[in-house]
């Protein structure tokens, strides 16, 4: 073999040799460019994953946040609302020990403190009381047809409560004659007590509201009215 055969053997030893390491190199790029892919898609799921984990202890630190804030002020409002219970367990304690002091004691005291309470519950303003304040103007004062009207409906009133009285008394003229005021011999022996007891009765529950006993003495008046008209016609009296 001369020398140019076997240059040529060599040289294409050479390439084919090169050719090979190319191509294995050329694999080895590639499959290095897949595995890079791979990496960078692990660390894209990885970057995610800690960002969601990130966020989830974001979220944790403010519910904790919040959950405590609602811890103090639930403690805060319970402690305002015991205060407030004291308080007004203080105020009932205080309240009762001025009640029970002041309560009436005896039979004697409870009767005068229900009788005076029961004396001022319905009691009839004063017609002549005034009606505006100290304080009120010209402007507040009322008109004068305004104020006649007042004094009217509480003379009307007034009126109203003074004809029952009116006609209680009328019940004593079958006892008025010759015999006297309150004759024994009139209609029975417990009348005169009667009328006197449902006349006195009325006139101490004037200022009490006492529609049913006014309507009571009412019919009581008009029964015995008609009664005397009768005996007098009758010829009886």
């Known amino acids: 073999m001369d020398a140019a055969t076997a240059t040529a053997a060599v040289a294409d030893c050479a390439e084919s040799t090169l050719l090979s390491k190319a191509e294995n ?3 080895r790029a590639e499959d290095a460019v897949v595995e890079l892919r791979g990496a960078a898609e ?3 799921g990885a ?4 960002k969601d984990a990130c966020d989830v202890i974001r979220l944790a630190t403010a519910v904790r946040a919040v959950r405590a804030g609602a811890e103090e002020e639930a403690a805060r409002a319970g402690s305002e609302e015991d205060a407030q219970r004291a308080g007004a367990e203080e105020d009932a304690q205080r309240a009762g020990a001025e009640e029970e002091a002041a309560r009436p004691r005896g039979c004697c005291g409870r009767i005068k403190a229900w009788w005076k309470e029961w004396r001022q519950s ?3 303003p004063d017609l002549e009381a005034p009606l505006v304040g100290n304080e009120a ?7 004068a047809g305004q104020e006649s009207d007042r004094r009217s409906e509480k003379t009307a009133r007034c009126s109203a409560m ?3 009285a009116l006609f209680a008394s009328l019940t004593m003229l079958p006892y008025m004659g010759p015999g006297g005021v309150l004759k024994e011999d009139a209609y029975s022996s417990s ?3 009667t009328l006197l007891v449902i006349f006195y009765c009325h006139w101490s529950l004037f200022p009490h509201s006492a529609v049913a006993f006014r309507a009571l003495v009412f019919v009581s008046a008009t029964l015995h009215i008609s009664i005397f008209i009768w005996a007098c016609f009758d ?3």
Not at 47 to 50: D, V
């Open 25 to 27: 190199l050329l694999r």
């Open 42 to 44: 692990e660390l894209r």
């Open 47 to 50: 970057a995610t994953t800690l």
């Open 122 to 124: 319905g009691r009839v």
């Open 137 to 143: 103007t010209v402007a507040d004062l009322p008109a």
């Open 162 to 164: 003074q004809s029952c």
């Open 191 to 193: 009348y005169p007590a």
């Open 235 to 237: 010829g009886d009296m």
